[in-house]
């Protein structure tokens, strides 16, 4: 039944990102390489032609994976296939630490990561992961796409990269074994696995759970076993480690969120003649906004998928995220000494 649900799930978050896709597509090509005799010269058989290895780790179901399928569409129609991306998905080329520092080396061209593998590199980017940032989605997109997303995204530079997009991965939610979670009390004790990040440590520690850091594949097993009683992750990535099969309650507590950050290394982004870097760019903004839809739909479904595997999913009430938001202000004001107050004032903190 559960791969029967998620073939269910990846089918209809390939069609809408297709049908995302559609609206304008044709307009673009048209623009980029129909009819006139300049635009059939410039992309002529003897124009020099590229290719884009672009890595991931996401299982192809996921909305961010279904970004990056976009992203290739768009590139290849705008480029009129002078650009070709090779989509090296689902940890094909190591893990996410393993994919940066590649593109940021030049192994490969781009790829896609969590936001928080760049504070390995740049501090300020801590502030994406901090506790209660962003209300809910229209103010993770107004800050990202904002004052905030340039700010950070301009920092890359230095480690050689061009950031492409911020995609949607979802709000963080805490799954567990052993009884809903209503309030703080609720989350007393548990211990709830978390990602190798002293910042996550730190905000399950001030929300009252036992963090214990534990890299994604080994956190299936450990529900099973016991070694940990939950896990802090966003709903689509509950459906992508399968938890739903071994956890029985799921609250959407949404103190952070998941932006996914594609890149591109910059010196190969900077090799490329103008207006293939502009279908670089165009291609990007256009898969974000496809993304961004199809990872609210995404969503939806994972909720359908969760709750036919039989797992209670609430949403935090407004007094419990009162509570957490509270517990939380010692997290952020630990971060304002690390982070530059400019990236704190465009969060609005």
């Not at 290739?72 to 090296?88: A, F, P, Q, W, Y």
């Not at 192994?107 to 962003?134: H, K, Q, R």
């Not at 995404?298 to 999913?313: H, K, S, W």
């Amino acid at each position: 039944m559960m791969k029967k649900n998620l073939a269910i799930l990846m089918c209809c978050v390939l069609v809408l990102s297709m049908l995302a896709g559609c609206g304008g597509g044709g307009q673009q090509q048209a623009a980029a390489g129909g009819g006139g005799t300049d635009a059939g010269s410039s992309a002529g058989a003897d124009a020099e032609t590229y290719t884009i290895r672009f890595a991931h780790i996401e299982n192809e179901f996921t909305a961010a994976a279904q970004g990056c399928q976009l992203f290739k569409k768009h590139v290849e129609e705008l480029s009129n296939g002078r650009i070709v991306v090779d989509i090296l998905g689902a940890g094909a080329l190591g893990g996410e630490r393993e994919i940066v520092e590649s593109v940021t080396m030049a192994n490969i061209e781009a790829g896609m990561a969590m936001s928080s593998l760049f504070s390995t590199y740049l501090p300020n980017w801590e502030i994406f992961d901090l506790p209660f940032v962003f209300k809910d989605r229209d103010d993770w997109a107004a800050k990202v796409d904002g004052e905030l997303g340039q700010m950070l995204a301009a920092e890359t530079a230095s480690i050689n990269m061009k950031v492409l997009s911020y995609f949607d991965g979802g709000f963080r939610s805490i799954s567990n074994t052993k009884r809903p979670v209503a309030s703080m009390a609720d989350l007393s004790g548990l211990k709830v696995r978390v990602g190798e990040s002293t910042l996550l440590i730190n905000t399950q520690q001030a929300l009252g759970s036992n963090p214990i850091p534990m890299s994604f594949g080994e956190i299936y097993t450990a529900l099973q076993q016991g070694t940990i009683d939950g896990v802090d992750t966003s709903i689509i990535y509950v459906i992508d480690g399968n938890f739903q099969e071994v956890a029985e309650y799921c609250t959407e507590t949404n103190h952070s969120a998941l932006q996914m950050v594609t890149f591109i290394n910059q010196d190969f982004y900077n090799s490329l003649p103008a207006d293939l870097q502009e279908a670089v760019d165009t291609a990007a903004a256009k898969a974000t906004v496809e993304q961004r839809v199809a990872a609210v739909e995404a969503d939806l479904m994972a909720i359908e998928v969760m709750e036919e595997a039989g797992m209670q999913v609430d949403q935090a009430s407004a007094a419990f995220s009162a509570e957490m938001i509270e517990a939380a202000k010692p997290v952020v004001d630990g971060y304002r000494d690390k982070i530059d107050a400019s990236v704190f004032e465009a969060a609005g903190l």
